[in-house]
């Protein structure tokens, strides 16, 4: 395919725009739908006339049906896209920079995909739909899958098209004060419901002291068994955030962000590392700590943005991970980082 592609940039570059235009076109009905051409075109940036012309084709292509309510993919478009990402990741040496990262991060598997999640809600969603895909691939009956919360997450949660209901989903950590939807309790849950499997939660908040911990241990038997499941998980799946933002999440104490800020540029799990992958600071949790990875299946990281670069490289430097599934926008910024 490579060889394709460089053969159409030297005889047809026009071809080559067109296919990522359609493909473009393509993902944001897919993950819109129903949506109307004057809604498509505002989301895009294009003319409405660019719309129109991209559009007409792909339906008489059979890849989009109209209705009332709007553009739609159809089954064909679906398997359709899969192939195209593919197509456009050679595009953009996407590839290839997969195989670099992987080796210069000491990850067995990176994956990334086109486009920048920060500017573009479709890439999100992407990531979200490609980390379903991969983890799909690890899923087994009677596994216990740990997820963490964030934004990421809830994407991830909602693209899940899998269904084995053996197994069970619990929270990789306790609860910040956060957005409700962000919440891994939630994430978990909604997890759970869209594999038709179970759940169990963990109604403990982050950061609470040691003693404290210790005591809702002593009391609540179910604290200890959900803890027991999570640091045992066949799969862990979880975000990565920025240091000095987590830390503002967390509702840390002003000298404590402080020193965070300072000394950290990523986060994962409660766990706040300097750019050498050096782990700095540790937040309380009944969930994981880092030397808990080692009893983990497979660990999956999932992250995108140009400004999450750092804390990525941070955050696959400290080890453990098998899976990082990131944007293109952040795989660049990570290339110049490195």
Excluded: W
Aim: glycine share 8%; charged share 20%; proline share 2%.
């Amino acid at each position: 395919m490579e060889k394709i592609i460089r053969l159409q940039r030297k005889i047809a570059p026009d071809l080559v725009s067109v296919v990522e235009e359609r493909y473009n076109i393509l993902k944001h009905i897919q993950y819109a739908q129903p949506i109307g051409r004057r809604a498509l075109a505002a989301v895009l940036g294009l003319s409405e006339r660019v719309v129109r012309a991209d559009v007409e084709f792909l339906k008489e292509a059979g890849l989009v049906d109209f209705s009332g309510l709007g553009m739609s993919v159809t089954e064909e478009g679906h398997n359709l896209i899969a192939d195209l990402a593919q197509y456009v990741g050679i595009l953009h040496g996407l590839t290839k920079l997969e195989s670099t990262l992987a080796e210069t991060l000491g990850i067995k598997h990176v994956v990334i995909v086109p486009g920048d999640s920060d500017s573009d809600q479709a890439v999100l969603r992407e990531l979200g739909r490609t980390a379903t895909g991969i983890l799909s691939e690890y899923l087994q009956d009677n596994m216990v899958i740990a997820v963490s919360g964030g934004s990421t997450m809830a994407t991830l949660a909602e693209t899940i098209s899998t269904s084995l209901p053996t197994v069970t989903v619990v929270p990789a950590r306790g609860g910040l004060g956060e957005q409700v939807e962000y919440q891994a309790n939630i994430i978990a849950a909604v997890m759970a419901a869209k594999l038709g499997g179970r759940y169990r939660l963990l109604h403990i908040p982050d950061g609470m002291s040691e003693e404290a911990l210790e005591a809702v241990r002593a009391s609540d038997p179910n604290v200890a068994e959900v803890a027991d499941m999570i640091k045992h998980a066949d799969v862990l799946i979880h975000g990565v955030g920025e240091a000095q933002t987590m830390a503002l999440r967390r509702s840390h104490e002003p000298d404590i962000i402080h020193y965070i800020t300072q000394n950290c540029v990523g986060e994962a799990l409660g766990h706040y590392f300097s750019l050498d992958g050096h782990c700095v600071y540790t937040t309380n949790s009944v969930g994981f700590r880092l030397n808990d990875l080692a009893e983990v299946g497979k660990v999956i990281a999932v992250a995108g943005g140009r400004k999450k670069a750092e804390a990525i490289v941070a955050v696959t430097r400290a080890g453990s991970q098998d899976v990082l599934i990131i944007d293109e926008a952040a795989a660049r910024a990570i290339q110049s980082i490195i």
